[in-house]
């Protein structure tokens, strides 16, 4: 993480100091007159600078469209629907295609306007925003996929438990198997850990597929958007609060073998214990989900910046082995959440020793 901390940071600074180039150099430019800037308008709109943080920062953010590329002029999108309600017109439903014109640029649709990537009234009338957007199109795709690959795993189970696992269900089993051995038991403890597994399931299976469906070309951002990552944060965070037992939250408030005077220290140091955790799990996922996607553009964005199809032979093999690096991430960071959450419960359900 270290190493791709560092290439992030040259990526970053490489970018910034190409922008301040163009900055000073469009700044330099003496001013013209006002049939100068009329004549030469087209050839500055086709000369127009490739901006590397656009394209990064489109990539990674929700949408109320599915962009999958871009061909010329012509945009492959898949329009999603907008559900809006505001008090002066209701509930309102349409296709967020009503948002762009011919020549794919933002036009308002019935008093509401698109924004950078927010729909907001132009009146200032406040409204409330339940659209399908394509992170949560991407959520739905993925728990399907969840529910179709699993129910089928588990009915081959209830058909004939004796039977060798074949086809996806052998794929799966070791994993399970894994999650339940040296997971769930060495940090829960064998007395409540069969409870939490389907919990713990569903979570590991839900992470990596996401992280996974995110590499792929035209792919949504779902672990990398910091809102997901916080509902999977307070979900633990409830789940780990309700099973405290009574030793659980002695530990907290009154520990053990401490002197009184100071547990006024100890005291609101574990409590603050308890929001760092889930603020933990939910930049941790975020961040390196999201440094992911930035590296990978950031390298691609090169051979744009300084437009040279040569080092496009450097950027596209270092291209590939952090592709590798992110298959890699996708799964070792589904591993490190639920690992985390299982020492969560595991501290929560902890029975008293004498």
Not at 137 to 150: E, G, M, P, Q, R
Not at 296 to 305: G, H, P
Request: hydrophobic letters at 50%.
């Amino acid at each position: 993480m270290y190493f791709t901390n560092i290439i992030l940071g040259f990526l970053f600074c490489l970018t910034s100091l190409t922008v301040w180039a163009n900055e000073n150099e469009a700044a330099a430019k003496p001013a013209s007159t006002e049939a100068t800037s009329t004549t030469t308008a087209p050839q500055e709109t086709k000369s127009e600078k490739f901006d590397p943080g656009k394209l990064i920062m489109h990539h990674i953010a929700d949408e109320h469209e599915w962009h999958f590329m871009t061909i010329g002029h012509t945009h492959v999108t898949l329009p999603l629907p907008c559900i809006v309600y505001s008090e002066s017109k209701g509930l309102m439903l349409f296709s967020s295609s009503n948002f762009k014109n011919e020549h794919h640029e933002e036009v308002p649709y019935q008093g509401l306007a698109l924004s950078h990537g927010k729909i907001h009234a132009e009146n200032g009338e406040h409204i409330y925003d339940i659209s399908i957007t394509k992170n949560v199109a991407s959520l739905l795709i993925s728990a399907v996929l969840l529910l179709s690959i699993f129910i089928g795993i588990g009915k081959k189970y209830q058909d004939n438990p004796h039977r060798a696992p074949k086809g996806i269900q052998s794929l799966f089993e070791p994993i399970i198997i894994f999650i339940r051995d040296e997971i769930a038991k060495p940090n829960i403890g064998d007395k409540h850990f069969r409870r939490f597994m389907p919990y713990l399931l569903t979570v590991f299976f839900f992470i990596w597929f996401n992280n996974v469906l995110g590499l792929i070309p035209g792919g949504a951002n779902v672990t990398g958007n910091i809102a997901v990552t916080l509902v999977l944060a307070l979900i633990a965070f409830v789940i780990t609060i309700f099973n405290g037992k009574k030793n659980y939250w002695l530990h907290i408030f009154a520990m053990p073998g401490v002197p009184k005077w100071l547990l006024v220290i100890l005291t609101p140091v574990e409590i603050v214990g308890i929001f760092m955790k889930p603020f933990s799990l939910t930049v941790r996922l975020f961040a390196n989900i999201t440094a992911g996607h930035i590296i990978l553009l950031s390298l691609v964005s090169l051979i744009f910046i300084f437009e040279s199809a040569a080092l496009g032979i450097a950027v596209v093999p270092f291209s590939l082995f952090m592709s590798v690096i992110e298959m890699i991430v996708a799964v070792v960071q589904a591993y490190i959440f639920t690992m985390l959450v299982s020492t969560y419960i595991g501290a929560a359900v902890e029975e008293h020793h004498h």
